[in-house]
């Protein structure tokens, strides 16, 4: 793999290689839904318990297959963006509890809600080994390179 790559870069000075980040730079040590469910559990420490962890899982589940079908139904990709999920998810949560969060802006919940996710993910990653080393060569010989994902 790395000479390959190595040839290609030797043969143009704008070349730039591009990799994955999920299953390419790194490995998630557990099945993605269970980031949902550590998540939901580490949410509902946050709010005190108002809800339960089982129940934000259920609600965010359901809301995020919401706005995936609404994107494709627009024409657009099988995704959901968090910054457009956020304020979606705690105006529903707070429709049957009150007391979720209450006095939070949107904007505020936001940003907890991506510190729970990026902990939780940060806590099930872990780089693989051989492209460490071939980022390495790669960097030691200045050839350019890029990450590209569609993760947060």
Request: net charge negative.
């Amino acid at each position: 793999m790395l000479n390959n790559l190595l040839a290609r870069a030797a043969e143009d000075d704008n070349t730039c290689i591009c990799f994955d980040y999920f299953d390419t730079l790194v490995t998630r040590t557990v099945k993605p839904e269970y980031t949902k469910q550590m998540a939901s559990k580490l949410l509902s420490l946050a709010c005190g318990g108002v809800v339960g962890a089982g129940e934000l899982y259920g609600i965010r589940r359901k809301l995020e297959r919401e706005m995936c079908e609404q994107r494709a139904a627009a024409g657009g990709e099988l995704e959901f963006y968090l910054p457009e999920f956020a304020p979606r998810f705690l105006k529903k949560v707070r429709d049957g509890h009150q007391g979720f969060f209450r006095g939070w802006e949107p904007e505020k919940f936001t940003e907890l809600l991506l510190d729970i996710e990026l902990t939780v993910e940060k806590s099930t990653q872990h780089p693989l080994a051989e492209v460490v080393g071939v980022l390495r060569e790669l960097n030691k010989r200045e050839v350019k390179t890029a990450m590209i994902s569609d993760f947060y």
